[in-house]
């Protein structure tokens, strides 16, 4: 018989964590080791089970799931961990990928595919909702874009950008980088030359991307 996926949910719904454990719990190759009703004591017993997928919730009281990743992963780095949350955040995406995690789902998925998602993520795989795995795909042709961008400027014209993203008028910008009117308004002309634009929003959202 084939090792079964040992499992450990971290989750202070009850019902929640009840539920996906019966449904975790009816794979004949999978096991839930042990459940958690939030991340504090989790960490405090992490040392002491043994297993191949954390499912993780995000906002529980006290640690959230992003800051027990962090904590939990480098001390097995073997181990997946999957994010099961309501929070389609593309900030709180990166922050748990970034922490460590390997998967990140929606929890208004069907059992079935929290079913798959665990297979998915034990064998290697990093399983993400199809809405998760866009938004994570556009932000980072953003970020891409923004520093192609950027790159065209001087570290003068960049710090010019900067206060114009801040709101400032050309008089404030003057007097913060104290220069003249004048040189900020040729700084700004050579902004929008290079970045092939006509005004100061869309120079701000070329190169700093819209906000997400």
């Given at each position: ?180 009117v004048e040189t900020v308004r040729k700084h700004v002309?050579?902004?929008?030359e290079k970045l092939q634009v006509n005004s100061r ?12």
């Amino acid at each position: 018989m084939a090792k079964r996926i040992r499992i450990i949910i971290v989750e202070d719904d009850k019902e929640i964590r009840e539920l996906a454990e019966g449904i975790l719990s009816s794979e004949k190759d999978m096991e839930v080791v042990k459940t958690f009703p939030n991340g504090e004591i989790f960490l405090k017993s992490w040392v002491n089970y043994e297993c191949d997928v954390v499912l993780m919730d995000i906002n529980m009281p006290g640690k959230n799931g992003i800051e027990c990743v962090g904590e939990a992963k480098p001390k097995k780095p073997q181990v997946q961990f999957l994010i099961s949350t309501v929070f389609e955040n593309p900030q709180y995406i990166f922050q748990a990928l970034c922490n460590g995690a390997t998967g990140y789902m929606l929890k208004n998925n069907t059992a079935d595919k929290l079913v798959a998602a665990v297979r998915e993520i034990a064998s290697g795989g990093s399983p993400m909702s199809a809405n998760i795995a866009r938004l994570v795909v556009d932000s980072f042709s953003r970020k891409q874009t923004a520093e192609i961008h950027n790159e065209l400027l001087t570290s003068r014209e960049k710090e010019i950008l900067d206060l114009l993203a801040q709101g400032l008028m050309y008089k404030e910008i003057a007097s913060k980088k104290e220069i003249g009117v004048e040189t900020v308004r040729k700084h700004v002309y050579n902004i929008y030359e290079k970045l092939q634009v006509n005004s100061r929003t869309e120079a701000i959202n070329k190169v700093y991307g819209k906000q997400l």
